[in-house]
């Protein structure tokens, strides 16, 4: 951890206080049409998101050791047939990775028709995403497979509900960022949608790791 | 960036008029900063009245206790025993010992002290409060369900907390509760953690710099950090341990189990021992989450009260994260005992015992910043003091245990309990105390009194000497913890008249913590009024109204000019230089 501070430190050092880095606020009307919350840096909300993932980092690691520790323990451990579908699901979670990048360079460029059509077709891919893991989730009860058959079927079950309890909070993050009425905010729907994008990728990228776990190490 | 952005420094906000944005789901990081300490404070006195049930029942196992004082009246079970013993130490590790010290001085006095008008995040920062109080009233229902609180103490080992109700009273629907309160609880510490660190990180005033930070932000920092790297671990092994309670999953209820006669068919292959690591992993960074708030207050109130600089503050810095790192690597030596390999218990053993050398230097800078201090004792100082007395003394006994050969021994013994009371229960709680009566008049305005304040720090101080001291004796004499009556136990016989003079000690102690009661509730009516800098300090929540303004600085930023502990200046025109002080007003010395 001191490592993760001194790099702290160099961040803060160069952009320090209100003079350096862009703040953000809703205040420039000058009235109480804000969000009524004294302005801080955007900067701040890039640390918190970093922050936010560090801490969903160490619950899923702790759920990995604990995946890694379970299978060399005990003889019950039985490799369950991951269904097909997972595969279909992690395309389109990748290609909603590139969708959500190319609505935020939309958004940048200011034209926000076709930041909606993406950002709507990443919505979709989502959904869709969710539904395919549902569908996993039925063919294996369909197997006979459930939560409580054994080990790896109850490290499936958890690992793809926890995994998908989180990106259903990044599909209504989506949605807010999609209809809030950003005038009255502290920060503008742009940095807002990137905020969203740092979360959406690292959803892909933890799912691959979740993926790769559940195939390789059943 | 975007046309949108632009700066809102000078803009002043106003507070929220109607009583329920005001005092209940306010956002003002000072109101919620207040709800967490007398949460805590709720809390406190709920944990003491447990422990007040428990030292009876250990000294006179048979009494008939009176229906005022024990629901229904009668005689205590040994299982209600171990119920107490779970509630207590819940209640006091989670509501109290995490919540005070970081939630509720830190959400008060760390905005200020960086210069900032409220948290990073206020919504979610009240989010944070309102959650930890649904935590506790879930924590809190399991009095009140059939079977009551669980037994399996404030650790829930499996397969005990795994079974249900099979297993004993309470392992129902109180340890059902018990699960899912602490679940709650750690998801209010991980959205409190991510507040405290971005606003120390992005929010600080022009010119406080990490340098020039106060020893009470830096230690609020780490352990910050702390919790929200253990929490997510606790909350893990929370919903695993859920799982195996009620959806018939078997990650740490192992097969072959016999329950008073009846075999556990359902479950196999599980792992007990599972649980601990993860609990553990959490559960050493939590002692740090304790303690190293009064760390940092400690060294703030040592040196304004000995008017001097904090000796080596870099020194501090570094003790104070190599104290954080390292605590996430010794979370083995609560396992000695469990089956874990002699050669993890020595790596283990050796990362334990390397704590201590922090931990030392961070005692001799605290005597180093009082040496040659002109020392002012009073009860802020006085708890700082104890503090540091208490640090040396249940740090001391932590080099015994965190030996394997040793801990064979001691392990489960009162030394243990003594051991863990002192450094984290009433070490961290002399923290709470000082920082209590150090930001009183900050917080609400007035003074607490004096008087009344010496009189409750030399029966507290005294007080918990005498219950904790004479438990290493106990506990090296061979006397079991947990165990609800030891009657009849040969050996243990000769033990009962430390046993009741135990508990004499305790019921005068907590007695005397109504001192501290009445003081707070008799100062924040009547007490003299709070000047806006009473102690002559130095930092920045002393340059503003006591209490502070709605948005801390009237919609100013403070600069900051200097370090946090400029006190005993030569040549200045104080003894002291407040950090926001513009270097032309600050004497001759600039």
Same mark, same amino acid.
């Given at each position: ?17 209100? &003079?350096?880095?862009?703040? =953000?606020?809703? *205040?420039?009307?000058?009235? *109480? ?20 993932? =560090? ?20 003889? *019950? ?42 950002? &709507?077709?990443?919505? =979709? ?26 080990? *790896? ?24 960022? =999609? ?17 969203? &994008? ?6 892909? &990228? ?13 | ?25 306010? #956002? ?132 005990? /907390? ?157 003790? %104070? ?7 996430? %690597? ?28 922090? /931990? ?27 503090? #540091? ?202």
């Amino acid at each position: 951890m001191p490592g993760t501070l001194t790099d702290d430190i160099e961040i803060i050092e160069a952009g320090h206080g209100r &003079g350096g880095g862009v703040p =953000a606020g809703g *205040d420039d009307d000058g009235g *109480d049409g804000g969000s009524g919350l004294p302005a801080i840096p955007r900067r701040a909300y890039f640390t918190a998101m970093q922050l936010g993932l =560090a801490g969903i980092v160490m619950f899923f690691m702790a759920l990995t050791s604990s995946f890694l520790v379970r299978k060399g323990l005990g003889t *019950d451990w039985v490799a369950i047939a991951l269904p097909p579908v997972l595969w279909f699901n992690s395309l389109v979670l990748l290609v909603s990775s590139a969708t959500i990048q190319a609505a935020g360079r939309r958004l940048e460029a200011g034209d926000a028709q076709s930041f909606r059509y993406w950002w &709507g077709l990443t919505i =979709a891919l989502g959904l869709l995403f969710l539904s395919g893991q549902v569908i996993a989730w039925r063919q294996l009860a369909a197997q006979g497979v459930f939560l409580s058959s054994n080990p *790896d079927s109850s490290f499936f079950y958890l690992l793809t509900a926890a995994h998908g309890l989180h990106l259903a909070g990044g599909i209504l993050a989506l949605l807010y960022v =999609a209809f809030r009425p950003w005038r009255r905010s502290r920060i503008t729907q742009a940095t807002a949608a990137a905020l969203a &994008g740092i979360y959406w990728h690292f959803m892909d &990228g933890l799912w691959l790791f979740l993926l790769a776990l559940l195939y390789l190490g059943r | 960036m975007v046309a949108h952005d632009s700066g809102g420094g000078g803009h002043q906000h106003h507070p929220p008029s109607g009583f329920i944005r005001k005092w209940i789901f306010s #956002v003002d990081h000072k109101v919620i900063g207040i709800q967490y300490y007398f949460l805590a404070l709720f809390s406190v006195f709920l944990g003491m009245g447990l422990s007040v049930l428990m030292r009876i029942h250990l000294v006179w196992p048979n009494a008939q206790l009176p229906s005022w004082l024990w629901p229904g009246g009668g005689q205590m079970t040994s299982e209600e025993y171990l119920a107490l013993m779970t509630m207590h130490g819940s209640i006091m590790v989670f509501m109290v010992l995490t919540t005070a010290p970081q939630s509720g001085f830190g959400n008060f006095i760390l905005p200020i002290q960086i210069g900032a008008a409220d948290m990073a995040f206020p919504v979610l920062n009240m989010l944070s409060f309102w959650v930890t109080f649904l935590s506790l009233m879930v924590l809190g229902a399991a009095f009140f369900v059939e079977g009551g609180p669980p037994i399996s103490g404030w650790t829930a080992y499996p397969p005990l /907390s795994a079974l249900g109700e099979i297993a004993g009273p309470g392992q129902g629907a109180g340890q059902t509760l018990w699960v899912v309160g602490v679940g709650i609880f750690c998801i209010a510490a991980l959205l409190g953690a991510l507040n405290f660190i971005t606003t120390t990180l992005d929010l600080r005033a022009k010119g406080m710099t990490l340098s020039r930070m106060p020893l009470t932000v830096w230690a609020w920092l780490i352990t910050a950090i702390l919790s929200l790297l253990s929490f997510g671990v606790l909350l893990a092994a929370c919903i695993l341990l859920l799982l195996d309670r009620t959806a018939g999953t078997s990650f740490f209820i192992p097969g072959g189990l016999v329950l008073t006669d009846t075999p556990v068919t359902d479950h196999k292959g599980g792992s007990p021992l599972l649980w601990q690591h993860l609990f553990w992993f959490f559960g050493h960074p939590e002692v740090y989450i304790a303690i190293l708030p009064g760390m940092g207050v400690a060294s703030h109130i040592l040196s304004t009260f000995a008017r001097k600089p904090v000796f080596g503050y870099k020194a501090m810095v570094a003790a %104070m994260s190599s104290i954080g790192f390292l605590g996430f %690597m010794v979370w083995g030596h609560h396992m000695f005992m469990s089956g874990l390999s002699p050669y993890s218990a020595f790596a283990f053993s050796l990362l334990t015992m390397a704590i201590g050398v922090p /931990s030392a230097i961070k005692t001799f800078n605290w005597l180093g910043t009082l040496w040659g201090g002109k020392i002012q004792f009073n009860t802020s100082m006085l708890f700082a003091l104890g503090f #540091v007395s208490l640090f040396v003394t249940g740090g001391l006994s932590g080099l015994f245990l965190a030996q394997p050969s040793i801990d064979l021994y001691m392990h489960d013994t009162y030394f243990v309990v003594a051991h863990f009371h002192l450094i984290m229960g009433v070490a961290a709680i002399f923290g709470i105390f000082t920082a209590s009566y150090f930001w009183f008049p900050k917080m609400f305005g007035r003074m607490l009194n004096e008087t009344i304040g010496k009189i409750h720090f030399w029966i507290t101080f005294a007080g918990v000497y005498a219950i904790f001291m004479p438990m290493h004796f106990l506990g090296l004499a061979g006397h079991p913890r947990r165990y609800a009556d030891t009657t009849g136990v040969n050996y243990l016989g000769p033990l009962d008249e430390v046993h009741y003079f135990i508990t004499i000690a305790a019921l005068i102690t907590i007695a005397a913590q109504f001192l501290f009661v009445i003081n707070f509730f008799y100062s924040l009516k009547a007490g003299q009024k709070a000047s806006e800098n009473p102690w002559n300090a130095t930092t920045l929540e002393w340059s503003v109204a006591s209490p502070p303004p709605f948005d801390n600085f009237g919609g100013q930023e403070p600069v900051v000019y200097r370090g946090a502990y400029e006190y005993g200046v030569p040549d200045a025109a104080d003894d002291y230089v407040p950090q926001h002080l513009a270097p032309a007003k600050a004497g001759k010395a600039h």
